[in-house]
């Protein structure tokens, strides 16, 4: 079918051309780009894309289209994809979602200002379409295009050593029409590749390592805190089961109190774990000591990776690791269960590092809009890093810095 009439197929009434654009630009004519908003794509264009997704396991949560609308149930309207077409071949998908997400000034761990920011935040590390100058030429060009639609492009987690970071320093388009910020320095992105079995990887750890963290899972199962029970959760009907037990650890963390995290946003959880247990991709795990709930994992299996989401334990057991020993039991249980190829551990933390098997480097990058109030935003948040590095390294010379993050932490997990 050309082209245009598979656009045309894909227009509800009332749709106009503008909606569903098809353009290529000059200089670009290999290539060609049509922008589509989710609750609008007709079943033709949903199935090419499924299609195109099934054969590329690069992203496969976030470039896949079943995920996405089960996941972002409700928000649809705000869902946008780019689907860049070659000789009218489809070549790949760059999903967006639209959303109001405010940028904070942190000193430390408090919040000294928060200002509005609509974003518009690629759904995965990069676009899904193919490594080509031409080809992101054609996509920032449309979206510098959606004049209104948002103050900044949000871009989470970029590899350092991907066709995107490349791009993003060098091209004269997105100097052109955007200011890129840059607001943390590069972090491992951590994974844990799973070979052999898992004595296998546990001979990965020094002799030392293995001793202890063995030694605390030991100690946990033999009931140091009461007689200990390790519960998986995959199916709809445990969705209430995992659920209410977990917000209740959540809500003893300083994450929910602290910066309203962890678990707080409940109904929406309930929502996403439903929809991914009805589709066999719910995989969460609950750790009980002594019949008490201590330790929770939301995590999800699509495909051949499995992505953590969340992880939380009470704070008054912390001496006893429960979080640690959960997590090593969920490994251990990932190897002999419906084995994933990787563990997607997702951002950087020193006890993630431990566990890991590899990483690559990655940063988020603002691309902001010209304007007043933008510069304001970005470069207010930029003096706010600037002074938590320098009161940081102030306070670790007076060896300081890790017993005040305690105590503030324990205020507001207690409080």
């Not at 967006?96 to 430390?108: A, E, I």
């Not at 102030?394 to 507001?412: H, P």
Request: one cysteine or more; a positive charge.
């Amino acid at each position: 079918m050309p082209l245009a009439q598979k656009i045309a197929g894909n227009m509800t009434p009332g749709k106009t051309m503008t909606e569903t654009a098809l353009a290529t630009e000059p200089g670009t004519d290999q290539y060609s780009i049509q922008r589509v908003r989710s609750n609008s794509a007709g079943e033709p264009l949903l199935t090419d894309w499924k299609a195109f997704a099934a054969g590329s396991a690069s992203e496969p949560m976030m470039h896949n289209p079943d995920w996405l609308q089960g996941y972002f149930a409700g928000q649809l309207e705000k869902l946008s994809a780019y689907f860049v077409y070659q000789s009218g071949s489809l070549q790949g998908v760059a999903p967006f979602l639209s959303r109001d997400w405010p940028l904070k000034w942190h000193l430390g761990e408090l919040t000294a200002a928060q200002f509005p920011l609509r974003r518009l935040r690629l759904l995965g590390a990069t676009p899904g379409i193919p490594e080509d100058a031409s080809a992101y030429d054609l996509l920032f060009t449309e979206l510098a295009k959606q004049k209104n639609a948002f103050d900044a492009i949000y871009l989470e987690g970029v590899p350092l050593d991907s066709f995107l970071w490349n791009y993003l320093k060098t091209s004269t388009l997105v100097h052109e029409h955007f200011r890129a910020y840059f607001p943390d320095l590069p972090l491992p992105h951590l994974q844990l590749r799973f070979r052999g079995s898992f004595s296998d990887y546990m001979k990965k750890f020094s002799p030392k390592q293995r001793k202890n963290l063995l030694r605390q899972v030991t100690k946990i199962r033999e009931g140091i805190v009461g007689e200990m029970r390790f519960e998986q959760y995959t199916r709809p009907d445990q969705v209430p089961l995992f659920l209410e037990p977990a917000v209740e650890i959540s809500k003893k963390t300083y994450q929910w109190k602290l910066h309203h995290r962890g678990l707080s946003a409940t109904e929406l959880l309930r929502q996403r774990l439903l929809f991914a247990a009805e589709n066999s991709w719910m995989r969460c795990y609950l750790l009980f000591c002594g019949g008490t709930p201590c330790a929770f994992l939301v995590g999800y299996q699509c495909g051949s990776r499995f992505v953590i989401d969340e992880i939380g334990f009470d704070p008054t057991l912390s001496k006893f690791s429960p979080g640690t020993s959960l997590h090593l039991m969920v490994i251990e249980d990932l190897f002999n269960r419906n084995r994933p190829e990787v563990y997607d551990l997702g951002v950087y933390n020193r006890y993630k590092e431990v566990l890991s098997t590899e990483s690559y480097l990655e940063s988020n990058v603002f691309l902001f809009r010209p304007g007043a109030y933008l510069r304001l935003v970005q470069e207010g948040h930029r003096a706010c890093q600037l002074a938590t590095k320098t009161i940081s390294a102030f306070m670790d010379g007076l060896r300081l810095k890790s017993a005040l993050k305690k105590i503030i932490r324990a205020q507001n997990s207690s409080s």
